[in-house]
């Protein structure tokens, strides 16, 4: 059974830094591309970084380029979302994400709040 548990969620000030941590089990992480996702409220979740199987290609949200960083432990079955020079703006519930076909899975979110 796929399971995905989020965490490293908390309150930051602006211009602050958070790791967000994805463990995974129940399937074959290091087969699988990996997201993390975000939705603040009373909008739509929307995309915020992809990493392939093997780590070797990311892709961001414009939104999020240079800020942020995805990686992922192949040993740990854990995929990370370093976020520097957070913003007002990216607060939100973070979600980890796997397409194991033909389902979409999603962890349970971890909050990140950032506000003065």
């Known amino acids: 059974q796929v399971h995905l548990v989020e965490s490293g969620g908390g309150l930051v000030q602006p211009g602050g830094s958070l790791r967000l941590s994805c463990a995974a089990s129940?399937?074959?992480?290091?087969?699988?591309?990996m997201s993390w996702y975000r939705q603040a409220p009373g909008k739509e979740r929307e995309l915020v970084a992809t990493?392939?199987?093997?780590?070797?290609?990311?892709n961001y949200a414009d939104s999020v380029k240079g800020r942020f960083t995805i990686s992922r432990d192949n040993v740990k079955n854990t995929v990370y979302l370093q976020m520097n020079s957070l913003k007002l703006e990216d607060t939100a519930v973070y979600y980890c994400k796997v397409r194991v076909l033909p389902w979409n899975y999603w962890g349970q979110g971890t909050q990140v709040t950032v506000s003065s």
């Open positions: 129940g399937f074959f992480f290091s087969s699988y591309a």
């Open positions: 990493i392939t199987s093997t780590g070797e290609s990311t």
